[in-house]
C-alpha cells in the first residue's frame, strides 16, 4: 500500500499571511494532483504535475513538484477567507492508474 | 447544469433500510468512481468503472452494490448498513485521470 503523508494536518492563519503545505511519499510518484476541498463540496482539481522540479503558479498558489518526484508543496501567498478549505493531493504510483489520496491539510483563514 | 450531479445529498437510514445514490455526469466521461469520505481517513475508493464494466473493486462489503448502466450514470445501493458506514459518498468521473467530482451525498446510518 502507497502511503501519502500530508502536513500539517490542520492550519489555522489571518488573512494576509503566507503558508506552505507539504505532500510526501516514499516512492517515485508517476503524477502528483492538487485538490481543494470547500465544506459541502466536493474536491475541485487545481493543478496535476508530472516533471520533476515543475513549478505551477495558479493566482496566488504556487504548486512545486519536487526534483526526485517524491514529495510536493503548495505555497499560498496573502491568504484570503476564499482560500478555506481541505487541501488534498493524490498521486499515482507507477502503472498504477487510479488515485490515491492523502488525508488533506485543513486550512482556515480568518478575516 | 453542473459536470457530476449526486443525489440525495443527505440520507437518514436505519440499518435495516435499502436505499440508492445517484450520480450522473454530463462531460463525456468513460470512467466513473465511487469514493467513501470519512472524518480523519484519506478518500477510499471504492469502485471504478469503464465504459460500464467494472473494473476495480477495492474490497468493499457487499451491503454496498455498485450499477452503472450507461457511461453517463453510476448508482450506489445501500442495504443492512452500519453505523461505521456514516460518512460523504462521492462521485467522480474522468478521461484523463484528473477527476472531476460531484456534490457527495451525506450518508447517516442510525
Known amino acids: 500500500t502507497q502511503l501519502l503523508e500530508q502536513s500539517p494536518q490542520f492550519l489555522s492563519i489571518q488573512e494576509g499571511e503566507n503558508l506552505t503545505v507539504y505532500c510526501n511519499s516514499s516512492?517515485?510518484?508517476?503524477?502528483l494532483q492538487w485538490y481543494r476541498q470547500e465544506p459541502g463540496e466536493g474536491p475541485v482539481l487545481l493543478v496535476t504535475?508530472?516533471?520533476?522540479?515543475e513549478v505551477k503558479k495558479l493566482k496566488r498558489l504556487t504548486f512545486q513538484f519536487g526534483d526526485a518526484r517524491k514529495d510536493s508543496s503548495l505555497h499560498i501567498t496573502a491568504a484570503q477567507p476564499g482560500d478555506t478549505g481541505l487541501y488534498l493531493c493524490?498521486?499515482?504510483?507507477?502503472?498504477?492508474?487510479?488515485?490515491?489520496f492523502g488525508k488533506g491539510t485543513m486550512l482556515l483563514v480568518s478575516p | 447544469e453542473t459536470g457530476v450531479t449526486q443525489t440525495p445529498r443527505h440520507l437518514v437510514m436505519g440499518m435495516t433500510n435499502k436505499k440508492s445514490l445517484k450520480c450522473e455526469q454530463h462531460?463525456?466521461?468513460?470512467?466513473m468512481y465511487w469514493y467513501k469520505q470519512s472524518a480523519k481517513k484519506p478518500l477510499e475508493l471504492m469502485f471504478v468503472?469503464?465504459?460500464?464494466?467494472?473494473?476495480e473493486n477495492n474490497s468493499v462489503p457487499s451491503r454496498f452494490s455498485p450499477e452503472c448502466p450507461n457511461s453517463s450514470h453510476l448508482f450506489l445501493h445501500l442495504h443492512t448498513l452500519q453505523p461505521e458506514d456514516s460518512a460523504l459518498y462521492l462521485c467522480?468521473?474522468?478521461?484523463?485521470?484528473?477527476?472531476?467530482f460531484g456534490e457527495g451525498s451525506r450518508l447517516t446510518v442510525l
Open positions: 493524490a498521486g499515482v504510483w507507477g502503472l498504477r492508474s487510479t488515485l490515491t
Open positions: 468503472y469503464n465504459f460500464k464494466e467494472q473494473t
Open positions: 516512492s517515485v510518484f508517476s503524477s
Open positions: 467522480a468521473s474522468t478521461n484523463t485521470g484528473e477527476l472531476f
Open positions: 462531460l463525456g466521461h468513460n470512467a
Open positions: 504535475v508530472v516533471t520533476g522540479g
